[in-house]
């Protein structure tokens, strides 16, 4: 189980969406699928999946939130025919944000939205060494353009095994943004690669709950840590979720619910779900015990 696992919010497509996605990449499984019943959505689909080695969880809970293109996936490929090959799988209903075609940074790649609102870039990245076929990117638009470089020192300081790796910044004729803010940056948490920039362009998105990343904790002192580190939004905070201080939302977790989630036992599965649903920050030995009981 990877440390952050980026979570992806649907209406009902999240069982549709993976079945698609595991049809898109070679290396990809599905590692666990569960339904819980009674919540506030109704029945909700939570899924796990690992495609190309990123571990992604999907989760049909209702049209509260729309997937953006605020958080969008780097996929990197060795050839120009990989490129050309999942380009031609995500954009089938999609939509281009950037055409396939040649940049300053690379010979060939696209941007896209797929058919169930998740956004992808595909680049070819020649002879370079892919250590992560697939990076998480952050957009910083709006209000919160310009604090990219700010938003991953935090990070850096808040996650262990991190740094930052690389930033290149925007020029003196790069307007509207402005120069010196972040055009891109390459940073790793829990030695796990993520990428970030800002955008000073009109855009009709920002950060949402449709996409946030799990954060998976061991002890209850490592979910009192993150949460006291990242909640900036009290308001935000519910189910183990909470907002930070740049409008991401995180899901602070203990790893135990990935079985409790598993379990073949509704009267278990019933049990714990109507616990965590009346928790903010999730409590570890209340999770256990309500788990454990028997009348």
Not at 71 to 82: D, G, Q, R, T, Y
Not at 96 to 125: C, H, N, R
Request: with cysteine.
């Amino acid at each position: 189980m990877s440390k952050i696992i980026p979570h992806l919010w649907f209406d009902k497509e999240a069982d549709e969406a993976s079945r698609f996605y595991l049809s898109v990449f070679k290396d990809s499984k599905l590692k666990y699928k569960t339904t819980l019943n009674d919540t506030p959505s109704g029945a909700v689909d939570m899924l796990t999946i690992e495609l190309e080695g990123q571990e992604f969880m999907l989760l049909s809970a209702g049209p509260l939130f729309k997937l953006t293109p605020a958080v969008s996936f780097l996929i990197a490929c060795n050839s120009k025919e990989e490129v050309d090959m999942l380009w031609e799988k995500l954009i089938e209903n999609g939509e281009t944000l950037m055409p396939l075609d040649a940049y300053p940074f690379s010979e060939k790649y696209g941007w896209l939205i797929d058919q169930y609102g998740l956004s992808w870039q595909v680049m070819y990245m020649e002879d370079y060494e892919i250590k992560q076929k697939i990076t998480p990117t952050l957009m910083f638009v709006g209000d919160q353009c310009g604090n990219t470089e700010e938003a991953i020192n935090f990070y850096t300081d808040v996650f262990n095994d991190s740094k930052i790796d690389d930033i290149s910044r925007y020029g003196e004729d790069s307007a509207p943004d402005k120069p010196g803010t972040i055009l891109h940056a390459q940073f790793t948490l829990e030695n796990q690669d993520f990428a970030a920039m800002d955008s000073a362009r009109q855009h009709d998105f920002t950060f949402n709950e449709a996409i946030s990343f799990v954060v998976n904790c061991e002890t209850q002192e490592e979910i009192d840590y993150y949460w006291d580190r990242l909640s900036a939004v009290p308001e935000a905070e519910a189910c183990g979720w909470l907002k930070d201080k740049f409008g991401f939302s995180w899901q602070i977790l203990p790893s135990i619910m990935d079985d409790m989630m598993q379990t073949k036992d509704p009267k278990k599965l019933q049990q714990v779900t109507e616990a965590f649903l009346k928790m903010k920050k999730f409590d570890v030995a209340e999770l256990i015990k309500v788990y454990n009981h028997t009348d």
